[in-house]
Nanobody
Framework: QVQLVESGGGSVQTGGSLRLSCAAS????????MGWFRQAPGKEREFVAA????????YYADSVQGRFTISRDNAKNTVFLQLNTLQPEDAAVYYC????????????????WGQGTQVTVSS
């Protein structure tokens, strides 16, 4: 079983930055994909970014490309999401998730989820 715990959310002004962390435990993550998703009120859960644990290859939603960076620290079993140049439309609950094997942008294909961390962006 995979346990994921997010932290680092908060409230920032438009243009500000946050660094989200996802601490993973329960096993090794070789051959796993780690993803970040977000969900705003009344909206479907949306893909943000993903990273292959073993290779470090990354993927981003077009809406965050160039502003957000996903990374990992293998020794600490932690995945990060650096959020820069935050905009009001970025406000959401951010979740980290994992799945085995193939890369996916669909939240329904991820099997382990954290509890979420709130990101609020004010003008």
């Amino acid at each position: 079983q995979v346990q994921l715990v997010e932290s680092g959310g908060g409230s920032v002004q438009t243009g500000g930055s946050l660094r989200l962390s996802c601490a993973a435990s329960g096993r090794t993550f070789n051959n796993y994909v780690m993803g970040w998703f977000r969900q705003a009120p009344g909206k479907e859960r949306e893909f943000v970014a993903a990273i292959f644990w073993n290779s470090g290859r990354t993927y981003y939603a077009d809406s965050v490309q160039g502003r957000f960076t996903i990374s990992r620290d293998n020794a600490k079993n932690t995945v990060f999401l650096q959020l820069n140049t935050l905009q009001p439309e970025d406000a959401a609950v951010y979740y980290c998730a994992s799945r085995y094997g193939r890369y996916s942008r669909q939240y329904s294909e991820y099997h382990s989820w954290g509890q979420g961390t709130q990101v609020t962006v004010s003008s």
